[in-house]
């Protein structure tokens, strides 16, 4: 049997078993954007990394209210929610090159939702070709990309539309 080291997995699984309460209430609350991948923040939405991600630049756009009900949102919290959804898209497309990006919702966790009670939007860059061989024989997902360097790339362009550039 092959083996690939991944020791990233073991924080995973350790996170999964330590996370009490919800992830996309705490991590805007702890003043650690950077360690938290989070890059953008204000009172009503936030742009947070994916920790383990699909693709280098899964992004994830989210209300500060916590609710699993798109219903529960404001005009002004939809409205925010998919405006960033939409900016995420064009900073991807800018500053990775994506040829295409999956925009999506997983709603409940039966739907495939990872953290079901506060409904978040992905924002996935995709590549020709970035399907590969390896998650087909090997179950295995290639990820081009350091955390950090993608944060590093992606802050400077958040940081625009926090000076309303």
């Known amino acids: 049997m092959d083996r690939l080291f991944a020791p990233w997995r073991g924080e995973y699984i350790r996170s999964s078993i330590n ?3 919800c992830i996309f209430c705490e991590k805007p609350r702890e003043n650690k954007d950077r360690e938290n991948l989070i ?3 204000d ?12 693709n280098s630049g899964h992004l994830m756009v989210v209300p500060i209210k916590h609710t699993a009900d798109m219903a529960e949102l404001t005009d002004e919290e939809m409205l925010l929610l998919f405006r960033f959804t939409d900016y995420s898209i ?3 497309k800018d500053k ?7 925009v999506g919702m997983n709603l409940g966790r039966v739907a495939g939702a990872g953290v079901d009670q506060h409904l ?3 924002v ?3 590549y020709n070709g970035d399907t590969n061989f390896m998650p087909l024989i090997s179950e295995t997902k290639v990820i081009s990309e350091h955390l950090e360097r993608t944060y590093e790339e992606l802050i400077g ?3 625009k539309l926090k000076k309303g550039v």
């Not at 009172?43 to 699909?54: A, D, H, L, R, T």
């Not at 990775?96 to 999956?102: D, E, K, L, R």
């Open 157 to 159: 362009e958040f940081d």
């Open 120 to 122: 978040h939007i992905h």
């Open 39 to 41: 890059l953008f923040k």
């Open 96 to 102: 990775y090159a994506a040829q295409g990006i999956n």
């Open 43 to 54: 009172e009503k939405i936030f742009v947070i990394m994916n920790k383990f991600p699909y």
């Open 19 to 21: 996370e009490s309460g």
């Open 90 to 92: 064009r900073i991807l």
């Open 124 to 126: 996935v860059p995709r």
